[in-house]
């Protein structure tokens, strides 16, 4: 059902950006998890106040209620699940509380399929993960949350036109996407976004670049 649900890999991006902006972050990273031949995964790393063991529990319910402050951007507590499950065969979800510790979650498609369960990890191995990201511009040492997407279908693109070009390809439309969707957020100063690769073969970090804001209204003098 979800792999049907229509979104484009950059609004299906927005919308974790979205989740982490209501958390409270002020830097987020979106990040592709790549080899020199194929791409592995996608992260997005944030330093916002992190969830507790029920409110992790809670993210990942489906059909679940939540409150929500007056100026959140997400209102239904379903754009997590929908976005990844209809991108990604894989959801995994770490995050960190500064009282709570670390927790971890995870939903995949084929337990979607079976009966709807979602693996409760290991809170050391959650700890481990956190610990071995290697993003300096986002702090999450006291708290954080961590979103990673595996099996990506839109990766299958890479094969065909190679690692460098799909990213290159990619890097425009979501610097694109997000600088326009998030514009007065990015404009204000609020929250900084960046978008980077990670080679896990070398362990090296690509560059690191950083989203600006697109306002759709803001041209230099008016137009005909």
């Known amino acids: 059902v979800f792999r049907n649900a229509g979104y484009e890999l950059p609004a299906a ?17 979106v990040r592709f998890i790549r080899t020199a031949n194929s791409l592995q995964g996608l992260q997005v790393i944030d330093d916002g106040r992190g969830m507790t063991e ?3 529990t809670e993210a990942m319910r489906f059909g679940s209620e939540k409150s929500y402050d007056e100026d959140a951007l997400g209102m239904f507590g379903v754009g997590l699940k929908s976005a990844s499950l209809s991108c990604a065969d894989g959801l995994t979800v770490v995050s960190r ?3 709570n510790g670390t927790v971890a979650r995870r939903w995949t498609a084929a337990g979607a399929a079976a009966d709807w369960t979602c693996e409760i990890l290991d809170p050391q191995w959650a700890k481990e993960r956190l610990r071995g990201l290697d993003a300096p511009v986002v702090d999450y040492s006291r708290s954080g949350t961590l979103v990673q997407w595996d099996d990506v279908h839109d990766f299958g ?6 690692v460098d070009r799909y990213l290159k390809r990619r890097f425009r439309e979501i610097h694109q996407h997000l600088g326009l969707h998030f514009h007065r957020i990015i404009e204000r100063g ?7 690769s990670f080679n896990i073969d070398s362990d090296q970090r690509g560059p690191i670049s950083e989203v600006e804001a697109l306002d759709p209204f ?3 003098k008016a137009g005909k």
């Open 157 to 162: 693109r890479a094969t065909n036109t190679g």
């Open 54 to 56: 029920d409110e992790a």
């Open 190 to 196: 609020e929250t900084t976004i960046f978008i980077d």
């Open 13 to 29: 991006i927005a919308d974790l950006v979205d989740n982490s902006i209501d958390a409270g972050a002020k830097n987020i990273l």
């Open 218 to 220: 803001g041209y230099p």
């Open 97 to 99: 509380t500064r009282r």
